[in-house]
């Protein structure tokens, strides 16, 4: 059962991420499955930013070499378990 989600940042606090408090009572350690039956037991999603300005004076001057760029990405990791009878 979820209790609550506590945020854990680094030294910098430049990037975070969320992890789960549960009830481990309740955290099921064997799980029945038919074949074809996919269970998740664990996963996270991170969201990377990056950003850069160039220019002389301001990187609004576009006159001088001025510009700015940007990209986001998110990557996901998932466990996942899924019986194959041969």
């Given at each position: 059962?979820?209790?609550?989600?506590?945020?854990?940042?680094?030294?910098?606090?430049?990037?975070?991420?969320?992890?789960?408090?549960?009830?481990?009572?309740?955290?099921?350690?064997?799980?029945?499955?038919?074949?074809?039956?996919?269970?998740?037991?664990?996963?996270?999603?991170?969201?990377?930013?990056?950003?850069?300005?160039?220019?002389?004076?301001?990187?609004?001057n576009?006159?001088?070499?001025?510009?700015?760029?940007?990209?986001?990405?998110?990557?996901?990791?998932?466990?996942t378990?899924?019986?194959?009878?041969?």
């Open positions: 059962m979820l209790n609550k989600l506590r945020k854990i940042e680094n030294k910098n606090k430049t990037e975070s991420i969320e992890a789960p408090d549960t009830d481990s009572r309740s955290i099921p350690q064997r799980v029945w499955l038919k074949p074809g039956e996919t269970v998740i037991k664990s996963g996270f999603e991170k969201k990377i930013q990056d950003g850069s300005k160039q220019g002389v004076g301001s990187s609004d576009f006159l001088f070499g001025g510009g700015m760029s940007g990209k986001s990405k998110k990557e996901s990791f998932v466990i378990i899924t019986p194959l009878l041969r």
